[in-house]
């Protein structure tokens, strides 16, 4: 069983940063592109970025395209996201999840995810 442990949310101004880990434990990264989704209060959860198994694929929500950064580190089965210029629109619990792939480029798209971690909070308020 793989387990995912988010980290890194908090409460911060507008135009201010924050990076978010997920950290997982029982199974190797390596196999498993990685996305990023979110859920604002009242709203459907959605993807935010991807990040192939090789992490030479990457994409993202237009919303967030220029503002955010996707990245794995491997070594330390850890996967991050980066964001900048956060906006009150990006409050929301950020969640990372893991798919098993069976090409290096892939990054699937939907919900379908294998394992999911519970969540981190984000807030940005001033």
Do not use: H
């Amino acid at each position: 069983q793989l387990q995912l442990v988010e980290s890194g949310g908090g409460l911060v101004q507008p135009g201010g940063s924050l990076r978010l880990s997920c950290a997982a434990s029982g199974k190797t990264l390596n196999p498993y592109a990685i996305r990023w989704f979110r859920q604002a209060p009242g709203k459907e959860r959605e993807g935010v970025s991807c990040i192939s198994r090789n992490g030479g694929s990457t994409n993202y929500a237009d919303s967030v395209k220029g503002r955010f950064t996707i990245s794995r580190d491997n070594a330390k089965n850890t996967a991050y996201l980066q964001m900048k210029n956060l906006k009150p629109e990006d409050t929301a619990i950020y969640y990372c999840a893991v798919r098993l792939v069976a090409t290096d480029w892939t990054c699937p798209r939907g919900n379908l995810y294998d394992y999911w971690g519970q969540g981190t909070q984000v807030t940005v308020s001033s």
